[in-house]
C-alpha cells in the first residue's frame, strides 16, 4: 500500500508506515547501538511507498502530496527518529531526481519507482565539461543511506567558476566510494557518511541546473514538482523531528506515571507540580509545531497549482524551523524534568532526545536564517495587503 495524492492516498501512505513503524521501534535500540538500520527496516521502509512516493506517475510513482509525507514520516519517527530520517530523504531525492531530463529519469526509474536515490544539496565537488557529458570530482560529507542507495544525486559547482551555476549529477552505486565518518550523537543509524567521486563522466541526461530545482515554477511534471525547493527542505528534517519528540513524550509520560503510581500520595506538591508544568508545556510546543508543519505541508501542496513568490517561500522555510525550534524545547524540558535516570547511555527517553537535537542542529532548520531571509522579503515589499491571500503568503 502506497501513498497516492489525494486525501485517501494521504491515509494509505501512513496506513503503510504503521507496520514499519512496528519494527522499526524493536528495532530502535539496536539500531543505535551498531549505527546502521537492519536490512529488513530498510526493505520495510520502500516496501511501504517512501522511495517512490515522489516520483512522478508518468515513472510509476505516487506522485504523492506533502501532507501525507509529513505524517506518514512522523510516524515512523515516533518509533525510530533513525528510520523515519532514512524514508523521508528516500522520498525527497525521488522529487529532486524528478528534474533530470527524461532520458535520465527512464535510466533510474528502468527497473520501477522504488529505486533507493541518497543525495546531497551541498555544492561539495566540482565538475567541467567532458566528451559526452560532465567530469564529476570531489568529497560530499554527511550523505544519508549512501552505502545503501542504487543511485546518489550531487550538487558540484563549476571547477574555477560560480556556485550560482552549479548542477546535480546522478550516479549509479558503482561509480563512487564510501568513507565511514559518520559517528554522531544521535541519529546514529541513518549512515551519513562520506561520498568521493574521483573521477566520474556523467552524460548529459544525468545532470540538470540547481536553478531549475531552486526556481521550481517551471516544474517538470505535477503541480508537487513546482514548488520552490527552500520553501519545502525543511519539511524533510522536521518530519522526523515531530515524530521523534512525540515519541520521547509519550516515553516520558509513562515512565512519570509509573513513578507517581508507585510513590502513592507521597509525591511532594512542588515535584508533582513540576512534572504538570512539563507534561503541559512540552505537550504544547508538539501540538504547536505539528500545526505549524501541517499548515506548511498543506500550503505546499495548494501552491504547486500557482507560481509561488519568494515571500510564499520564505515564510514556508521560517514556519517550519520555528516547529522545529518548538519541537527542541519540548524534549528538552522532558529530559530535565526526568531525573538523572535518563543519562543512562542507552535510556530511551535520552536516544530520542539525541536525535532529536541533531535534526535540530541542521543548517535548514536554523530559525535566525530563515527569520532573516523573511524579513528581508518584508523590508522590501511590505506584508501583503489582501487578508484573502494570507495562508499562501504566511503559511
Known amino acids: 500500500m502506497t501513498g497516492a495524492p489525494d486525501g485517501a492516498g494521504a491515509m494509505s501512505l501512513v496506513d503503510a508506515a504503521r507496520p ?13 547501538r551498531e549505527a546502521v538500520l537492519s536490512a529488513e527496516v530498510v526493505s520495510a521502509v ?13 515513472h510509476g510513482g505516487a506522485e504523492g502530496t506533502f501532507l501525507a509525507f509529513l505524517r506518514a ?16 530523504l528516500a522520498a525527497t531525492m525521488g522529487r529532486v531526481t524528478a528534474w533530470l531530463p527524461r532520458e535520465g529519469r527512464k535510466q533510474i526509474w528502468q527497473d520501477g519507482p522504488d529505486t533507493l536515490i541518497a543525495g546531497s544539496l551541498l555544492p561539495q565537488g566540482t565538475f567541467e565539461k567532458a566528451r559526452g557529458g560532465w567530469r564529476v570530482r570531489g568529497r ?24 550560482a551555476e ?4 546522478a550516479l549509479p552505486r ?20 562520506t561520498v568521493v567521486v574521483r573521477e566520474a563522466v556523467v552524460p548529459d541526461e544525468l545532470s540538470f541546473p540547481r536553478a531549475d530545482l531552486y526556481r521550481g515554477a517551471a516544474g517538470p511534471h505535477g503541480t508537487v514538482y513546482s514548488v520552490p525547493l527552500r520553501a519545502v527542505t525543511g519539511l524533510s528534517f522536521a518530519a522526523p523531528a515531530l515524530g521523534t519528540a512525540r515519541g520521547a513524550a509519550r516515553v ?4 512519570i506515571r509509573g513513578r507517581l503510581a508507585a510513590a502513592g500520595g507521597g509525591t511532594p506538591g512542588l515535584e508533582r507540580a513540576g512534572y504538570d508544568l512539563a507534561l503541559s508545556r512540552s505537550v504544547d510546543d508538539i501540538e504547536m509545531a505539528a500545526l505549524l508543519l501541517e499548515r506548511a505541508a498543506g500550503s505546499a501542496d495548494e501552491a504547486g497549482a500557482r507560481s509561488a513568490g519568494d515571500l510564499w517561500a520564505a515564510a514556508q522555510a521560517r514556519g517550519t524551523a520555528k516547529a522545529a525550534e518548538l519541537l527542541l524545547s519540548s524534549v528538552d524540558r522532558l529530559l530535565r524534568a526526568a531525573g538523572t535516570e535518563c543519562l543512562a547511555a542507552e535510556d530511551e527517553l535520552q536516544r530520542r532526545w539525541r536525535d532529536l537535537r541533531t535534526v ?19 523590508w522590501s515589499s511590505g506584508l501583503p495587503d489582501d487578508p484573502g491571500n494570507r495562508r499562501s503568503n504566511h503559511a
Open 166 to 169: 552549479a548542477r546535480f549529477f
Open 252 to 255: 516520558w509520560t509513562e515512565r
Open 20 to 32: 514499519v513503524a512496528r519494527l522499526a521501534a524493536a528495532r530502535a535500540a539496536d539500531a543505535d
Open 140 to 163: 560530499w560529507p554527511y550523505v544519508s543511506s549512501c552505502a545503501t542507495a542504487d543511485w546518489i544525486l550531487l550538487l558540484a559547482r563549476p571547477a574555477g567558476g560560480d556556485v
Open 360 to 378: 535540530a542542529s541542521h543548517g535548514t532548520l536554523r530559525y535566525a536564517t530563515k527569520a532573516a531571509a523573511y524579513a528581508a522579503c518584508i
Open 46 to 58: 520502500v516496501g511501504a511507498g517512501f522511495a517512490r512516493h515522489f516520483v512522478p506517475r508518468a
Open 174 to 193: 558503482e561509480a563512487y566510494a564510501v568513507e565511514e565518518t559518520w559517528a554522531s550523537l544521535g541519529m546514529r543509524a541513518t549512515g551519513s557518511h
Open 73 to 88: 514520516s512522523a510516524v515512523l519517527g515516533e518509533a525510530c527518529g533513525s528510520t523515519a530520517w532514512f524514508a523521508s
